[in-house]
Each structure stands twice: as C-alpha cells, then as structure tokens.
C-alpha cells in the first residue's frame, strides 16, 4: 500500500499580486503559527477531545468521572484499584476535537506546536515502571511515536522527553529535569514537532519565567503510520507494579495546538455503500467500545475501518439498526481486512455467539458470508472476540 495511503498534502495558499502599474509585487509570505485549537474547560468540557478514555474497562465505576473538568482545568484521577488490563491504569483523552465536533489531525510534513500549563501534586511520582503523562500515537501502531513521561534515573524522581524507534520498539529520553521541583505548582509546557520520517521535537519546561529544560531531538522518525494521523494524548497511563503507588491526579489547563502555515484541506473520503442492505461498520451510532475505534482505509467503502476489536470483553463494535422486513434466516457478508487467520465471534440482540473464522491479507477487503437470525424490525450485532484481535471490520451486506 502507498505509505501516504489518504492523506492529502496540505499546500501554501498563494499570496495575491498587486497589480497597480508602478507597483512591485510583495514577496510571498513566509509560513506562519496559526492557532488551530485553544479549548475552555467551562465551555468545551471533555468534548474537548477527540475520545475519551475514562476507565474503559470499566474497573472502578464508583471512581467516576476520573476525567473531568476542575474549575479552570481538566482532571486527571488514578486510583489504585483502576485498570486498564492486569498489569497497567489508564485514564487519558486522546487527539483533539474543534468547536464544532471536527477532529484535529496531524499528518505527514505537518509542524505543530502544543502548549498548556501542567500541576503535578507530590503523590504523582517517578515510577521504576512507566508512569506516562503525555503521548503522541497514531491508531495503526500500538508503541507510541512520543511521550513525556515520569521515570526514576539513578534513584532520583525525573520527568522525561523521549522518542521511540520502532525497528527495536525502544525509547529515547532527549531531555530530563529533576521532578520533584515542579511537583505542588503550575509550570508551563510546550511541545513542538515535525509529524515526518526527518522530523524533530523540542520540549520546552518553564517554572514561570526560569527555562528548566529546553531541548530539541534532530533527525527522528516521527512518521509511522500508512493510513491514520496522530495525535496527542494528556492524561495518567501507569504501571501498577511500581512499588508506592498512590491514589493521585494531574491538571492541565490552557491548551493550546498551533500548526505552522495555514489548515490542512480535509481528507476527501469515498462514498459508503449505500446499497440495499448495507451497513457501514463507522456509521453515525454504532457503538465503538474499549479501543476499537473507526480509523482511515484506503481500500474500504466510505473510506474507514473499524480496528482494535476483540481480544478481551471490552473491545467491540455494535452494528445497530440493521432492518429485516421479516422474522428469519438471512445472509449476511462480512467485508474486513484479515491478517493471515482471524476470527469474529458474532452475535445478534445479544443471542447465542457464532465463530466467523476469515483468511486474507491486510491491505485487501475480504468477504465471506453467514446466515444470522434477525427479527422483524431493527436488529443489533455485535463483533467482538475473547481471545485475539479480530479482523477490521469494513461493512456488512444482509441479504
């Protein structure tokens, strides 16, 4: 598949030309900081963010919200008993949403620069596991491209810039300071990357006007992804087996995105099928539960995907509203993209679950078709697995 997969370059507008007699045409501007997302807590709330992820295992629910708005500020809660899988918590937002519900996306070539004021009270601490506190991801890979995270060097609490290669899924910390003399205060935050395979990453850390860290990554591959774009994550993600944990939070208030040089054009997507019988598995009210989420594809009708299904009890996707004029046996085709030997288990209104075993590649949508029991009326299905990831999902045709 071609690595640019949908993306759309975004190009310079051109400066107009003066054309008076007599008068010399200005040189064409040079590109600059455009603010693209300057949320309010009070006005935007979580809907802020591209998603939410608040105890999506739904491990601690008298703990809710664990993310929120506090005054001026938005919240970050972590208890002990949260979890995000055996061995890790998690509760963070991810990407960024605009005023009126459009996703913010970052891609490729692009330089964007993110500020915000952080607090970190003293209970948050360094881990000798990781504690993350900021990432940058995209949905097609699991490792992040970036993050600012909370480690323990030579015995000393620290908070970290750090990159990741992914040819040896290692991390790079560029930049350290010392924790616990910003822990208990508001210090000023600001990241600035190129989103390229020759791109950079400059973290800059103020205590109100004293520079505690300035420091800049040259010449890294912050460019992983074929079809999807990132984004940034804020919140608290957390090994639980670091010894003396606490129960904790952080704050962060006055975000700020600017990208250098004027908005992307949108992705221009191909039509869904809108034939009869068809549903898009990243239609308008299905459900995306846990991590599966809809995402770009090249390949697919509607030009989207959902991924991240199955693999525990809480990563699945509902297809709603499917309609049957009648009460009985029909034909359903699954279009998904397969890599090798994967499997869906299927259920419809909740009933018995069925085992759709599919074989194909990843780069190309392969069908195959089940019958299913639907009832008069509207009809639910779910796509879920216990064991392993399944396929990605495109559309489903009832016949």
Same mark, same amino acid.
């Given at each position: 598949m071609n690595k640019h997969g949908l993306r759309l370059a975004g190009v310079l507008s051109a400066m107009a030309l003066i054309t008076q007699v007599g008068v010399t045409p200005p040189a064409s501007a040079a590109p600059r900081w455009e603010t693209r997302w300057n949320p309010s807590p009070q006005r935007d709330g979580v809907n802020a963010f591209e998603a939410l992820e608040d105890d999506r295992r739904g491990s601690h629910p008298e703990g809710l919200p664990h993310v929120g708005v506090d005054g001026n500020a938005w919240k970050f809660t972590a208890h002990?008993?949260?979890?995000?899988?055996?061995?890790?918590?998690?509760n963070e937002v991810r990407g960024m949403r605009t005023a009126d519900g459009t996703p913010l996306e970052i891609r490729k070539d692009e330089t964007w620069r993110l500020s915000?004021?952080?607090?970190?009270?003293?209970?948050l601490d360094a881990t000798s596991n990781?504690?993350?506190?900021?990432?940058?991801k995209n949905s097609d890979v699991g490792t992040p491209v970036a993050q600012i995270s909370l480690p323990v060097v030579g015995g000393v609490q620290k908070i970290a810039a750090r990159y990741w290669t992914l040819e040896d899924n290692k991390s790079h910390d560029f930049a350290t300071a010392d924790l616990e003399p910003i822990q208990n205060k508001w210090v000023n935050v600001t990241i600035e990357f190129r989103s390229s395979d020759d791109g950079y990453m400059r973290w800059v850390l103020k205590d109100g006007h004293r520079t505690i860290v300035d420091q800049t990554a040259e010449h890294i591959d912050l460019w992983w992804t074929q079809e999807q774009y990132n984004r940034p994550k804020w919140g608290i993600y957390r090994s639980?087996?670091?010894a003396g944990l606490q129960e904790t939070y952080m704050l962060v208030k006055n975000l700020k995105a600017e990208q250098l040089g004027p908005a992307t054009p949108p992705v221009r997507l191909p039509a869904?099928?809108? +034939?009869?019988? %068809?549903?898009?598995?990243?239609?308008? $009210?299905n459900i995306f539960e846990g991590a599966?989420?809809?995402a770009y594809c090249a390949v697919c009708s509607g030009g989207r995907k959902v991924i991240l299904i199955g693999g525990n009890v809480y990563d699945y996707t509902v297809v709603r509203g499917v309609l049957s004029e009648t009460t009985g046996t029909r034909q359903m085709t699954v279009h998904a993209l397969v890599d090798g030997s994967q499997a869906f288990s299927v259920s419809v209104n +909740?009933?018995? %679950?069925?085992?759709?075993?599919?074989? $194909?590649?990843?780069?190309?949508v392969t069908t195959t078709t089940v019958p299913v029991d639907l009832v008069a009326g509207v009809n639910t299905i779910r796509f879920?697995?216990?064991?392993?990831?399944?396929?990605?999902?495109d559309k489903i045709v009832i016949k």
């Open positions: 002990l008993e949260d979890r995000d899988g055996s061995d890790r918590m998690r915000y004021q952080m607090y970190i009270p003293d209970t990781f504690t993350h506190i900021w990432q940058l639980i087996k670091s869904p099928d809108r +034939g009869p019988g %068809a549903y898009e598995a990243e239609r308008v $009210g599966a989420e809809p +909740g009933g018995d %679950a069925t085992t759709v075993p599919i074989t $194909g590649t990843k780069d190309t879920y697995g216990l064991t392993a990831r399944g396929p990605e999902l």
